[in-house]
């Protein structure tokens, strides 16, 4: 029903009519534009941050009477960690956002030095609540509630803070530094509410379960829902159900035998997850395949992806996935370009039909952003050739292209299977000939391809498995020396007689979001190219394998930027 711009003329008029108001039109125009190549060649398009300063973790998603509202982890004086409160704007496509003032501030003696991570839930009645993390006065980790001050306003401009605050401490055996990230909470059929919170303890991770009848007074469960020997501490876990069928999302508080139920955690500098059966009579769960323990770990990104949030989207019955990316720079050289951070590309997110992992895959609202689009089919690249994909907005770009694959049989043997994907796409990089691979497209490219950043596959054999091998290679993406410049991998299980293998890739300057195989492996990467950069990025697909592979399909989309502006509160006509 409209476009962006139908969207955000609706949202101001809307924001009019409850008592704020957009400032000035041709300022925001300038900053609804493609980011200056010569001011900031690093700031992204159609990725969602904010305008300055320091970003981290996405918090309390949620939509709520129509529209979207995505919290998250904000400095307000510096691009660099420290004075966190949490930053708010909303949406009603996940596209295009107004940023709000701030929802929560560190003012009280249980969050001054800092309101951290959590989530939002919606309790009966359509009463939105939040749960999050204060860092007190002692430096001593708390939960604490936060309502909004007027649930008439469907913005939530304004929360307010419990008086019963802190809910939840750091007692007994719980480490007051390792007691944090309140996940979203469910009820059980008896009609208690749980909630899971990050910890550590006598050096291993898990999460804690707390229950609760009135959201207010919470009680410890005697047994954590889950926790590992193998791990360190978790922070921001999750955990919600996912249709079996794999065709909608659920809501939290959803159980039975038509679910499986995904419990995740953050350690490791990676989001990892595992996927099981949760009994609420007695709040067990039991994974299929726990943390640490296949030679296939499971990971929502296998590059620079960290504390995630899901929410579930009433409206569109879905289970949408957020994610902070991290920098790869400097800190001073986020200090001189005054930000940091940024929101991945929500995505939707299903269980595989296999029932063992799950699928991820851009929201579909990203289409809307596409402009001029270039077609080929039917395209054979032989071993060693590369061709350049022309016509299309290098640095701001959606490829989504199928590879038609050879003969399995001359695939490379991979002796074991607990090698580890990273360690391999590093000693075979996009630079390494292969027999099947390397292939795929080099993004953010010098037109001589001096720069590059390579997204390819290459094809392994095992004793009784064949596996994909999804690799994002930064080793030649920048001249900069300073610049992290890790290479990403991810294997991904293949059928021997199945006939094409698929890759989505999001440009959007700075960052490259890879979609392997219809989504079971997905990379990010940031990417800091001296040369490469706004109108002298280049876009390639390639094969340096020694067996022809053919482009059964590419399409690639030049991408409009999204639409991000401020408000302002409106202001009170002078007293007379």
């Avoid at 720079?329 to 986020?334: I, L, V």
Wanted: hydrophobic content about 35%; proline content about 6%; some cysteine.
């Amino acid at each position: 029903m409209g476009g962006p711009v139908f969207w955000v003329i609706f949202i101001y008029s809307f924001m009019g009519v409850h008592g704020v108001e957009v400032g000035d039109s041709s300022h925001i125009q300038k900053k609804l534009q493609s980011p200056s190549e010569e001011q900031q060649p690093y700031r992204t398009a159609y990725h969602f941050q904010p305008p300055k300063n320091w970003m981290n973790d996405p918090n309390g998603p949620m939509y709520y009477k129509g529209i979207y509202h995505l919290f998250y982890q904000y400095n307000p004086y510096a691009a660099v960690w420290g004075n966190i409160s949490w930053g708010h704007s909303v949406s009603y496509d996940l596209i295009n956002w107004i940023l709000l003032e701030y929802a929560i501030n560190p003012t009280d003696p249980y969050d001054i030095n800092g309101c951290w991570s959590g989530s939002a839930t919606i309790l009966p009645g359509e009463k939105p609540v939040i749960l999050y993390t204060g860092d007190d006065f002692k430096k001593h980790q708390v939960q604490n509630l936060a309502v909004p001050k007027n649930l008439s306003d469907p913005l939530l401009i304004e929360w307010v803070k419990s008086d019963h605050n802190p809910l939840m401490t750091p007692v007994g055996d719980i480490d007051p530094n390792f007691f944090r990230d309140p996940t979203t909470a469910w009820q059980g059929p008896d009609r208690i509410w749980r909630v899971v919170v990050g910890s550590q303890i006598d050096g291993h991770g898990m999460a804690l379960l707390y229950r609760s009848k009135d959201f207010i007074n919470w009680t410890r469960s005697q047994d954590p829902l889950h926790f590992s020997l193998k791990t360190g501490m978790w922070e921001c876990p999750d955990f919600y159900p996912l249709d079996i069928k794999g065709e909608n999302g659920l809501n939290s508080s959803v159980q039975g035998r038509a679910t499986k139920h995904v419990l995740k955690a953050s350690f490791n500098d990676h989001d990892y997850y595992i996927i099981g059966d949760y009994e609420p009579q007695t709040d067990s769960f039991e994974p299929q395949t726990d943390f640490m323990d296949s030679s296939f770990q499971l990971r929502y990104d296998y590059g620079n992806f960290y504390a995630s949030k899901t929410f579930y989207d009433s409206s569109k019955k879905r289970r949408i996935l957020w994610g902070w990316i991290l920098e790869a720079d400097s800190k001073t050289d986020d200090i001189n370009k005054k930000w940091s951070g940024l929101q991945s590309m929500p995505r939707r997110i299903l269980l595989d039909k296999n029932g063992k992992q799950l699928i991820q895959w851009p929201i579909k609202e990203i289409e809307k952003q596409r402009a001029e689009r270039v077609n080929y089919q039917n395209k054979e690249l032989k071993g060693g050739s590369v061709f350049e994909i022309e016509g299309v907005m290098a640095a701001q770009a959606d490829v989504e292209v199928s590879f038609d694959l050879p003969n399995f049989e001359e695939a490379e043997f991979m002796e074991s299977q607990f090698v580890d994907p990273q360690l391999l796409c590093s000693q075979k990089n996009a630079s390494t000939r292969g027999v099947i691979g390397p292939f795929g497209l080099l993004v953010l490219a010098s037109k001589d391809l001096t720069e590059r950043t390579a997204i390819f596959f290459k094809i392994f054999k095992g004793h009784d498995k064949y596996v994909a091998l999804l690799c994002s290679d930064q080793s030649r993406s920048s001249f900069r020396e300073e610049i992290n410049k890790t290479t990403f991998g991810a294997f991904i299980e293949i059928d021997p007689h199945r006939e094409n293998i698929s890759l989505r890739t999001l440009i959007d300057h700075s960052i490259v979001e890879s979609f392997g195989d219809e989504g079971r492996a997905c990379i990010t990467a940031r990417v800091y190219p001296e040369l490469a950069i706004g109108e002298e990025a280049h876009l390639y697909a390639f094969n340096y394998g020694s067996q022809s592979v053919t482009i059964t399909s590419l399409s690639a989309w030049s991408m409009k930027a999204a639409q991000i502006a401020p408000i302002q509160k409106r202001r009170r006509p002078p007293v007379t």
